[in-house]
């Protein structure tokens, strides 16, 4: 059941958001009169040397105007060894949006960050934050990064090129520390490679390859979780 809920990707991405899971709520709510909330865990990603653990729990609040539902998510990474939990919001447009005061004002958009790669030393955790607006064509990737031991995060993206999508891919092999993103035009074909260091700065990197370590670890506790009416 969980892998028909994760193969489906509005940006055709290898490391899928549940997508199929969205549209499902969506789809069930539709009949109802009342806003009702939805939860989701990620499965966790457990690092190359056995420390840590990350995972998401997304949330969904469908409301009857479906175009004015919404989709956050928060980040958690686990010290395995001391059992402490560090939750973590990545400062992405519609993540942290300073504008948006209220919830009414976040209404209509999707924020979802999922785990996607460990470096090979686990002192970093590379995750997916996809974001988009309903009934629109707005959607793209950011990376976030998360230095495990300052601890650090950053939120990145392509910058000073010309795109309307960006996807993340996973870790520069081509230029290490940096991550990958394929970007372009929505509607051209052949999008470029581009890798991206955490202060932003973006070099063209043809014939780049995708780097991705870590263990996917199944549980009990991913996959949908129950629903409650909105308050």
């Not at 028909?4 to 899928?16: I, K, N, R, T």
């Not at 997508?19 to 865990?41: D, G, K, P, T």
């Not at 949330?59 to 939990?85: A, C, H, I, K, Y």
Request: hydrophobic fraction near 40%; aromatic fraction near 8%.
């Amino acid at each position: 059941m969980h892998d028909d809920l994760v193969q489906l990707d509005p940006l055709e991405s290898p490391h899928p958001i549940p997508w199929s899971w969205v549209m499902a709520m969506l789809s069930s709510a539709s009949s109802s009169s009342e806003s009702q909330v939805f939860y989701y865990r990620s499965q966790s990603l457990v690092s190359p040397d056995g420390r840590y653990a990350a995972y998401s729990r997304i949330q969904m609040q469908v409301d009857p105007e479906f175009f004015r539902s919404q989709v956050s998510s928060v980040l958690f990474l686990e010290n395995l060894r001391t059992g402490d939990l560090q939750a973590i919001t990545p400062a992405a447009p519609l993540a942290n949006n300073p504008l948006a005061e209220s919830i009414s004002d976040r209404r209509g958009t999707i924020s979802i960050v999922i785990p996607v790669a460990w470096s090979e030393k686990g002192d970093r955790l590379l995750a997916r934050e996809f974001e988009s607006i309903f009934c629109s064509d707005i959607a793209s990737d950011y990376a976030v990064v998360v230095d495990c031991h300052q601890p650090r995060v950053s939120t990145v993206a392509p910058s000073h090129i010309h795109y309307t999508n960006a996807v993340l891919l996973g870790w520069s092999q081509n230029h290490p520390g940096c991550v990958l993103f394929r970007a372009g035009v929505m509607g051209e074909p052949d999008w470029p490679l581009w890798a991206v260091d955490v202060s932003g700065r973006t070099v063209a990197s043809k014939n780049d390859q995708p780097i991705t370590h870590g263990e996917v670890l199944s549980n009990v506790w991913a996959g949908p979780q129950q629903a409650k009416l909105a308050g």
